[in-house]
């Protein structure tokens, strides 16, 4: 069982919007702004989509958002398009006896 | 442009130790600014945190790999390096290396992931 507690799957058409929750603990997102997403395409490596709760890296679209509000972290995607189906992940520094905990991913389908 | 590559066998089997290289390319291992991990994913599942390096050798592991774990590096090779011992199939995975920057402790480059298989 993943550390932390996301939607197995969400769906939206294109041109909405969509938001993934992720819930820790008072160890982790709780307490500490160290909440990163990750998207994910089959195949592919995880790619960095948000840090620092809701800093966006360089070159990913600011069509992607993130949040946090007590033990929840959020992640929106507005303006749905094709190629933002694939699996998200969100992760978080903890100060439990281990570093980094990952939720247990979100099936993202775009209808 | 910094790149990380995985390398190792693709099949080991039970009860052996699964060893596994980085490689790092287009920067340097020794920059303070960055921890060094590894992170897996059985076929089908979710992303676990296996652990992480820094260049002066600190470290930090994952508890549920009960000790079983140990990562080392070589800053004259720029390479780092996960060795995980008595595997079973629950160990099968794809094995991704990758950057962690120490200040908000998030991935930000991956490599592509090198596929282990732990079978007789």
């Known amino acids: 069982q993943s550390a932390l507690t996301q939607p197995a799957s969400v769906s939206g058409s294109p041109g909405q919007s969509i938001t993934i929750s992720c819930t820790g603990t008072s160890s982790d997102i709780g307490v500490y702004n160290y909440v990163s997403w990750y998207q994910q395409h089959p195949g592919k490596a995880p790619k960095l989509m948000i840090y620092d709760v809701s800093n966006r890296p360089s070159g990913v679209s600011n069509r992607f958002s993130g949040s946090k509000s007590g033990n929840t972290a959020s992640l929106t995607i507005s303006g749905l398009q094709a190629e933002d189906e694939g699996d998200y992940y969100c992760s978080s520094y903890t100060s439990s006896n281990t570093l980094r905990v990952f939720g247990g991913g979100t099936r993202l389908t775009v209808l | 442009q910094l790149q990380l590559q995985e390398s190792g066998p693709g099949l080991v089997k039970p009860s052996e130790t699964l060893s596994l290289t980085c490689t790092v390319s287009g920067g340097s291992i020794s920059s303070s600014t960055y921890y060094w991990g590894w992170i897996r994913q059985p076929p089908g599942k979710g992303l676990e945190w296996i652990g992480s390096?820094?260049?002066?050798?600190?470290?930090y592991y994952n508890p549920s790999l009960k000790g079983r774990v140990a990562i080392s590096v070589d800053t004259s090779k720029n390479q780092f390096s996960l060795k995980l011992s008595s595997v079973t199939a629950a160990d099968t995975a794809v094995y991704y290396c990758?950057?962690?920057?120490?200040?908000?402790?998030?991935?930000?480059?991956w490599g592509q992931g090198t596929t282990v298989t732990v079978s007789s």
């Open positions: 990758a950057r962690l920057d120490s200040s908000s402790w998030y991935e930000d480059v």
């Open positions: 390096i820094y260049y002066s050798g600190s470290t």
